[in-house]
């Protein structure tokens, strides 16, 4: 494997150029970041049958409520931890193993793009200074969110692409190799976040494959070399008992504390008179965990427990990402929350979350989940009333809150499929007046083509088209 040389200078000066601005993805609909940090807030109620509790349940678009948490000074710069699994734009609708619609995935191209992008520059001001995002996408729509990232987070606070393999191999008839994989981007804050280095447990055959060598004392350890890439003309560059370093090398610690390691027995000096670093077994807290995550499938065998909401995810993979970026009591936040998978398992592991979520599927799959927990695969088969495992979750643990009548509500009762990025700008007694890209006119007008609403279109002077959408029954 070939070792890159690392230049300080030169990476420096790259983030300094790239922090925030490096790399644009350009599309018709971007709106200005002034113009999103306005996004109108959401009205909601607290629910009768939820409401006590330090957790918060949203039933509602995630964008009205991200603007409002932005208001809410007991959130606002507190949120230690995003996840998001956000529809992945696959152009399809989704139902649960019931058989109930649980949601659509309709936005395509730069739509998809504008609406989750208006999102994620609303959560980067929701997150704690030691904060961390994690962006859970497939390969339709995870390279065009590096860029969109890189701009709201800045480049030098990308942290990694983890690859998950969601499945098992698949038997394609199709010429292509099968796709087991999905991404997640994980970005921070700033570079001083939370950070619980996750580990695989050894196993006995692993640890003696790794750490070949026994010590006088018993000790099992491997060696390492105790030099690293890059000339350095100071101490490091010099030589250590007689030797230099290999060309192009520097020697990993300075001549005196080498001494002093040497004197503790930790170096091993090769019959060519080489010294190695002596690594203990006893000193690893495990296997580091890498960028590859193999064992982490969503439900594969009819002895898992799910909830049967489509698209949920493994409760391990939610439980690997709380326990390494937040701590007990932190507060951590879904927004496309689908089954609740990461609001179970952050009760779980004993930090505080809010969750979002617009769809009433979903809402009631988190409700039953937090009641009466999840149910075998293969029950949903084969019997699909069969009663559920153990309950996750007490009652008075969370509270619900519902969107006001209105917005979301007045599009559902007119039959009108609006997607995002539609923003709601204004409402009066003539109408609303909603906001949307050009491109999606057509979309809102054949949508709405059975609804009594008059269409009026207009464009304004940020060459948006806006719609004023008037309604009979609107009070
Ligand atoms: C892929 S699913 C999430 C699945 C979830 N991670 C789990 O483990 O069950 C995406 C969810 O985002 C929700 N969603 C889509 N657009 C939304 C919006 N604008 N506001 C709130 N929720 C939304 C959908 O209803 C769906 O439940």
Redesign the pocket.
Known sequence: MAVPVPSNKVRSQHLKNTNAHGFHLEYSEKKSVDEILSTPTGKYELSKDYPKGKNRLYH????GVLASLLEDNSVCGKVKLVYI????STAASFESRKQKH??DDHLVGPAFVE?LRE?LILIHRLLADDGALYL?LDERMIFHFRVILDEIFGSKNFRNCITRKKCNPKNYTRKTYGNVADYILFYTKSDTYIWNRPVEVWDEAKAIKEYQYIDVDGRRYKKVPIHAPGVRNGETGKEWRGKLPPPGKHWQYLPSKLDEMDARGEIYWSSTGNPRRKIYFESSAGIPIQDIWMDMRDAHNQNIHI?G?????NPALLTRIIEASSNPGDLVM?????????LATASKLGRQWIG????EE?IKTILHRFMHGTERMGDFVNEPEKAPSSPQLGHSTFVLFNEVKGNHEFMKQNDIKLC?PVSIINKSEQGILFNIGNSHLNTLTSVAKNSTNIIKPYTSKESFTKILLSDAKLA
Request: proline share 12%.
């Open positions: 509602a678009d995630n964008l699994d956000p529809p992945f649980a949601y609406a999102r859970h909830t909401y489509p698209t949920e995810k879904d927004c496309f929350a689908g089954s609740g998978t990461t979002v979520d617009l769809s979903a995002p």
